[in-house]
T-cell receptor, first 115, second 112 residues
């Protein structure tokens, strides 16, 4: 069990560019979550997958954001036409069970800076 | 709107003190509570999960309780150490959705 991994750990991009982040969940975890955290705030939910199905999306996830989990394993989060307001830490988490009371395990995050 | 509030926002104490961090939530649909630790610029480390059928959980010097009727959870840290310095976040899981709803955190500094 190697934990949740995220890549890259840091990304600096210019406004208007597209960026893509990757998350590898803990092996055998069928649920995968994306959160966004801005400075001084708690994480806010963006979206989650059960296997390859995207089950819920936050209103924070504008049409510039898209997430995929094509084979039910790793996931990608893409932001198109980045804006300065997209600067944040993007956190991925995974969970082992379908039932409620699932404990979520978080990765180290990807810090995005839009200049 | 679902809200989770953490008090105090920041806390600075000398080593050895026993601490209580508070978390309150307005959503009556919250059924479990998870406490996390976050070091600066890092991801979240899960500390304790109080499941829906439980009222408290303990791990080492940490004890967390959950009272759903009053919408409150507390994290008790015994004999604090400088290595405990971090931001502590509580997050509730809701019956209505599978996401976690986070508080804004308590930033703790323990000085020698």
């Amino acid at each position: 069990d190697t934990g949740v991994s995220q890549d890259p750990r840091h990304k600096i991009t210019k406004r208007g560019q597209n960026v893509t982040f990757r998350c590898d969940p803990i092996s055998e975890h069928n649920r995968l979550y994306w959160y966004r955290q801005t400075l001084g705030q708690g994480p806010e939910f963006l979206t989650y997958f059960q296997n390859e199905a995207q089950l819920e999306k936050s209103r924070l996830l504008s049409d510039r954001f898209s997430a995929e989990r094509p084979k039910g394993s790793f996931s990608t989060l893409e932001i198109q036409r980045t804006e300065q307001g997209d600067s944040a830490m993007y956190l991925c988490a995974s969970s082992p069970r379908v039932a409620k009371d699932n404990e979520q395990y978080f990765g180290p995050g990807t810090r995005l800076t839009v200049t | 709107k679902q809200e989770v509030t953490q008090i105090p926002a920041a806390l600075s104490v000398p080593e050895g003190e026993n601490l209580v961090l508070n978390c309150s939530f307005t959503d009556s649909a919250i059924y479990n509570l998870q406490w996390f630790r976050q070091d600066p610029g890092k991801g979240l480390t899960s500390l304790l999960l109080i499941q829906s059928s439980q009222r408290e959980q303990t791990s080492g010097r940490l004890n967390a309780s959950l009272d759903k009727s009053s919408g409150r959870s507390t994290l008790y840290i015994a004999a604090s150490q400088p290595g405990d310095s971090a931001t502590y976040l509580c997050a509730g899981g809701s019956y209505n959705t599978d996401k976690l709803i986070f508080g804004t955190g308590t930033r703790l500094q323990v000085f020698p």
